[in-house]
């Protein structure tokens, strides 16, 4: 049995919401209360203040205590708090009150002399002394407010900066260290800018092999009296209790690698091999010592330096082969006082993963072409295959779809059968030896090998064989490379049916797009991201592909055929470039919530022994990663749109284009837990470069812009800890076949899909 929720309930619910709208919180205040509805700060300077934005930001941050919320007017959490104070409040009252409820804020709660000598507090920590500051009060019949008047003084400002010395070699360094120092002349007395001076000589010191430094054994004091202006003198020195371990440099004495570390084994009788001073140390001969070593950059009689630890962690972590990369520093023996150098022994215990796994994974597909259908994937995945680091996997997929719609088509079937391998290997794999020159990563070796089959009953089969040989790597957090120099790619048509044929023959442009059999070149690939840097207020990611095919093919083929198309081992080649590049901009209104923009461009050219771009090249639009008002492959080319004759019905085939264009823009925000909510507006569509009489409308033209299909919707998202389930709905409020603008709220499209759009 269902479990339902009878429509009384909804219908009481807006009742009582309407009741809330049509009352007025004030005839619930105490007679000898006021409601407080907020402050503000009327900041007044005597001279210009270049971060007078952020001073009165943090100023306003100190307005306390926050007044009630509001929203449309209506203190909704106020309210519902008064009325769950009635005897009996009944069930909506209390479900609201602990949803929403809020305790009320009155003036008698606000502590005026403390607000004022926090202001002060913090405009003295800015440079700002002797500021005049008064507040008045607002007081009305229930309500109250308060407005602080801050007249801020002329700040004072760095003269001279410079350091109490003594002989120790720290001394030395820090003194080489303020070349480069924040405090310059004229700088204002700030302390938040004298602690990341403080900072910065940290990270300059322990790059130095200071290992014991911290940035709290250094003290700023500040010095007036040699001046009759606002200008002070700043000493920087060494605090009275600072340790003298603090003030000399550690070296590497040792450094070993344990390269199958487990708690278990550590008493276990284990192998060392030592190469250029470091220790290899495993059983059974897990990794081999000298597939390992390029991954180490630490090395014995090396000075300390924390970068070079954390770039050695990730060297190792990216290896994919290691749960957990831990790196330990012990000193060989306690400071004793004259001691001017220190040592460190390093360990570098590296956990291993499972060396086998399997995983499946179950999909429920729905494309616009009416198909629905499951598929199973399974991966095998073989860690460490050849002790050297290396990772193999292995995926089968089996997919079967039917189509349950699509007139005279409907009841067709489609089975996809598919395997893929792939072998990693964590170094490049290339005929000469080079330095790799790369720190934060070492570059990885990918080969792939596929082979899918796809049977469209009654219609066609299709099979296609893939071969890349390629490179990956991240030369930062934020930038990614991919590098494919050798793709391969041949696809076979058979099985085709008198039906198929005769739409091939009639649509030229799409016969010659499945006649080239042959795919061959060169792809690359760049991504820029910053969206998991929690720290950036309004992250960007951009991403560039490119691929150019046929060129090498080109100049090995003879003479072109009767039909004038060149052949390579008897076989078709596509010849062509395409490039695209996706661009996101995200503004973090706050925590949970955001406004998320896209825009994305692609174009795909034929040339030489194409007239068309490939079937598999092409671009197409709509989609819950599109333009989410129009279903997968249906949006476009231009103004085209399938005819509804059943006899003519086309929907087993994609709508592709060579160009495409997408705009995105999408307000996230909090609903209750880890769902969360989205308003979204999509617009994009594709286009032919040359006009194809089969496809009317579909070539790209200077009034492209009026063809776009854009859709508005609102969505739902389901995120546990980055694991999204999403579901979009939206409607059509221009299709690009229709001059007007129509909101088609009757024919919503319904998206279910993992992860975000963008």
Not at 148 to 161: A, F, I, N, R
Request: hydrophobic content about 35%.
């Amino acid at each position: 049995m269902k479990n339902t929720i009878p429509s009384y309930y909804f219908f009481g619910l807006l009742i009582s919401i309407l009741l809330l709208h049509a009352c007025s919180v004030k005839k619930y205040i105490p007679e000898d209360e006021a409601l407080y509805t907020g402050a503000e700060i009327n900041f007044k300077t005597e001279t210009k203040i270049e971060d007078k934005d952020d001073i009165e930001a943090e100023l306003n941050g100190l307005l306390r205590p926050e007044p009630n919320s509001k929203f449309l007017g209506v203190r909704w959490g106020l309210l519902t708090h008064y009325k769950n104070q009635k005897e009996k409040p009944g069930f909506i009252n209390k479900y609201l009150n602990k949803k929403i409820g809020e305790e009320p804020v009155y003036l008698s709660n606000v502590d005026v002399t403390k607000t004022e000598d926090l202001i002060q507090n913090r405009l003295e920590n800015r440079g700002f002394f002797n500021n005049i500051i008064s507040a008045t009060v607002d007081k009305k019949k229930k309500t109250a407010s308060t407005v602080y008047q801050v007249e801020v003084s002329k700040p004072y400002v760095l003269e001279t900066l410079s350091l109490d010395a003594d002989s120790l070699a720290v001394s030395d360094s820090i003194q080489k260290s303020l070349d480069e120092t924040l405090l310059k002349k004229g700088s204002r007395f700030d302390l938040a800018l004298f602690k990341k001076e403080r900072q910065r000589i940290d990270t300059y010191l322990k790059a130095k092999g200071y290992y014991n430094f911290n940035d709290d054994f250094l003290i700023f004091e500040a010095d007036t009296n040699q001046y009759d202006t606002k200008k002070f003198d700043l000493y920087l020195r060494f605090k009275q209790e600072t340790p003298g371990k603090s003030k000399i440099p550690y070296k590497l004495n040792s450094v070993k690698v344990y390269a199958n570390y487990s708690v278990e084994t550590e008493n276990v009788s284990q192998d060392t091999v030592t190469i250029d001073g470091v220790d290899y140390i495993q059983h059974d001969d897990f990794f081999k010592p000298e597939r390992l070593d390029p991954f180490v950059l630490l090395d014995s009689g090396q000075y300390y330096n924390p970068q070079t630890s954390k770039f050695t962690s990730n060297r190792l972590s990216k290896i994919g082969i290691y749960k957990y990369t831990t790196i330990r520093y012990d000193k060989v023996k306690p400071f004793e006082e004259g001691d001017s150098i220190g040592l460190l022994d390093a360990k570098i215990l590296l956990s291993p993963r499972s060396k086998h796994s399997l995983r499946a994974e179950i999909q429920a597909n729905s494309k616009s072409n009416n198909y629905v259908g499951p598929a199973l994937a399974l991966t095998y995945t073989n860690r460490n295959i050849f002790d050297g680091g290396e990772i193999f996997s292995v995926s089968p997929r089996f997919g079967y779809e039917k189509q349950i719609a699509g007139g005279s088509n409907a009841g067709l079937t489609s089975l996809q059968l598919g395997l893929k391998t792939d072998l990693i290997f964590p170094r490049i794999l290339f005929p000469y030896k080079f330095d790799y020159g790369f720190q934060y990563e070492v570059p990885k070796t990918k080969i792939s090998l596929g082979l899918e089959y796809l049977d469209r009953e009654e219609f066609y089969t299709t099979t296609s064989i893939l071969a890349t040989f390629g490179y990956t790597w991240n030369a930062n957090r934020f930038v990614y490379h991919e590098l494919t120099p050798l793709s391969f790619n041949y696809s076979s048509l058979s099985n085709v049916s008198d039906e198929f044929n005769d739409i091939l023959t009639a649509n030229p442009f799409l016969a010659r797009s499945f006649d080239q059999k042959f795919i061959a070149g060169l792809t690359y690939g760049f991504v820029y991201n910053e969206i998991s840097d929690i720290k950036k207020r309004n992250p960007i990611y951009f991403a560039a592909n490119f691929e150019i095919a046929g060129n090498v093919l080109d100049l090995l083929s003879r003479d072109p055929n009767e039909e004038g198309v060149k052949e390579v081992l008897g076989l078709e080649y596509a010849q062509f470039v395409r490039t695209d590049v996706d661009f996101r901009y995200q503004y973090r209104i706050s925590k949970e919530q955001a406004l998320v923009a896209r825009l994305f461009g692609g174009i795909g050219i034929a040339y030489g022994n194409s007239e068309t771009m490939p079937y598999a090249r092409q671009y197409y639009s709509g989609g819950p990663f599109s333009v989410r008002a129009f279903r997968i492959r249906s949006l476009g080319p231009g103004t085209y749109t399938v005819p509804e004759d059943e006899e003519t019905d086309q929907t087993f085939l994609d709508q592709t284009g060579d160009i495409r264009l997408e705009a995105n823009l999408e307000y996230r925000f909090p609903l209750v837990s880890f769902v969360k909510g989205a308003l979204f507006a999509d617009a994009g569509n594709v286009w032919l470069r040359k006009e194809n009489t089969e496809i009317s409308g579909g070539e790209i033209s200077s009034g492209f812009l009026k063809e776009l299909g854009v859709g508005v919707g609102a969505g739902v998202r389901v995120d546990i800890q980055g694991f999204v389930i999403r579901f979009d709905l939206a409607a059509p409020i221009h299709k690009p076949f229709e001059r007007r603008y129509n909101f088609d709220l009757n024919n919503p499209i319904l998206n279910f899909a993992f992860g975000y759009p963008f």
